[in-house]
């Protein structure tokens, strides 16, 4: 029997919600989705191609014809990709080009992280998280993995997570927040382990509680 289960983490930067999901997934066998890797395609194809990424219809087309592939590549993690993709996934016409991509994608069952997956994408979901954490504990956090391999100051790092905070909840379609019936975990003073060991006790409680 194909296990229909859906589960939506959403959360801010650096939250641990992408580490969550892919563990949650495996933990129950179920298929992952990144959906940030979604708007950052969207990013690499704007900046490649030189369009305007205020252009909602043109960043929208993009949207439209992103293919699998583009999620391959190894430039989508950059600090200055995931402005971007926050700058282009503020139009409405990038949102609707991506949900049936998340939707089909959630059929038979599925773990998708992002910002709006409880709330727009996947409402009925079986279980739903919001992952949250500090700013400065998530700029720290990202800041370890960035200088792993560029220089980067702390400082900068931290201002691009609170401007992309900003932009994230503050814009009109399908703005960053916690839908009424999700769990909110906090893991500003959890290890990764404490983090992923909470949410799949409250994953599995959720589950529980919609099957009886
Ligand atoms: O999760 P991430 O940092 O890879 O996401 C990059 C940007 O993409 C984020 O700042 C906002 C946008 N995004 C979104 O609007 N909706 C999602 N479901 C996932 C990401």
Known sequence: MTDTTTIAIDGPAASGKGTIARRIAEHLGLRHLDTGLLYRGVAALVRDQGIFPTDGDAVGRIAGDLTIEVLERDDLREDGIGNLAS???????????????QRNFAMG?????????????????????????????????RWRELSKTQDIAYRTVLESIEERDRRDAERASAPMTHAADADL?????????????EALRLVNEQITAARS
């Open 109 to 141: 069952g599925a773990v998708l992280d992002g910002r709006d997956i409880g709330t727009v994408i996947l409402p009925d979901a079986t279980a739903k998280l919001f992952i949250s954490a500090d700013a400065d504990v998530r700029a720290a956090r």
């Open 87 to 101: 700058i282009v996934a503020a139009h409405p016409q990038v949102r609707a080009a991506l949900m049936e991509w």
């Open 185 to 197: 975990l906090d893991t500003s003073e959890m290890s990764i382990e404490q983090a992923v060991a």
